[in-house]
């Protein structure tokens, strides 16, 4: 049975004082959620010793929303595992269609982020995702497979979460049809050849939505951007029926 992975992308927000008080509100409304999920929240790297001090972290977890693919060195603006590890960090965001696009970020490095990742201990979530473009060409089995096959090279499934996110749904408001989205991460899934992998959707995931998307027999958890912010609705997220 594979366990359902609800997780929060806060992106480039949140101060540590925004993060104490969100902390407030949040863990009491998430206390009794059922054991068939985990709840996770990636902040700033900035907040992330704050969010670590204030957290609870029995029922929620902390992701990174990057990790480079060495030790240490002369890699500026970068971040290692060790970093983060120290902070009780367990999951790493990588491959998120954001750096992709702004700082061009290639499957190449993006399976180095994760084979690193992994074999420091950490699990990364790995994104996929096609273009408006690439979807009305017909093109989005052909990106997604390309993505999966390169970015995912000689990672170990059993630890490994892949999230599916269509970038004309990330911010938009416009989310993927529950049942597309879960023909996507049905091939992602056969593409990886391991059935216990777990497969994200992301993009315009809101209280109102969520019910539905979790149903899907193929999608195992959300990751969630805007939504994520506000701790009331990032509750009724992680409450989904
Ligand atoms: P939104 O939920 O704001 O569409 O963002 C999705 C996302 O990019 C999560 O990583």
């Not at 969010?51 to 971040?79: M, R, V």
């Not at 093109?139 to 630890?159: K, Y």
Request: charged letters at 20%.
């Amino acid at each position: 049975m594979r366990k359902s992975v609800i997780a929060g992308n806060w992106k480039m927000h949140m101060n540590c004082a925004e993060t104490k008080s969100y902390l407030c509100d949040f863990l009491p409304l998430i206390k009794d959620i059922p054991n068939d999920r985990k709840i996770v929240i990636a902040p700033p790297f900035t907040a992330i010793s704050t969010f670590s001090s204030f957290s609870n972290s029995d029922y929620l977890h902390i992701a990174s929303q990057n990790i480079h693919w060495e030790k240490q060195g002369a890699f500026t603006a970068e971040i290692s595992p060790r970093m983060l590890i120290e902070h009780n960090v367990k999951y790493a965001i990588v491959g998120h269609s954001e750096p992709r696009k702004y700082f061009s970020e290639s499957d190449e490095q993006i399976n180095r982020r994760a084979v690193f990742a992994q074999s420091s201990g950490l699990t990364p979530i790995v994104c996929v995702g096609e273009t408006l473009e690439q979807r009305e060409r017909g093109e989005a089995d052909r990106v997604i497979t390309r993505q999966v096959e390169q970015g995912l090279e000689n990672t170990d499934p059993s630890n490994l979460i892949v999230a599916y996110e269509p970038i004309w749904a990330i911010g938009t408001g416009k989310t993927c049809e529950a049942s597309d989205a879960n023909k996507i991460c049905a091939l992602i899934r056969k593409l990886i050849g391991f059935n216990d992998v777990i497969i994200q959707y992301g993009g315009s995931v809101k209280p109102n939505n969520i019910d539905e998307i979790m149903s899907m027999s193929d999608i195992d958890g959300v990751l969630v951007g805007g939504a994520s912010l506000d701790p009331i609705s990032f509750s009724r997220i992680a409450n989904y029926k």
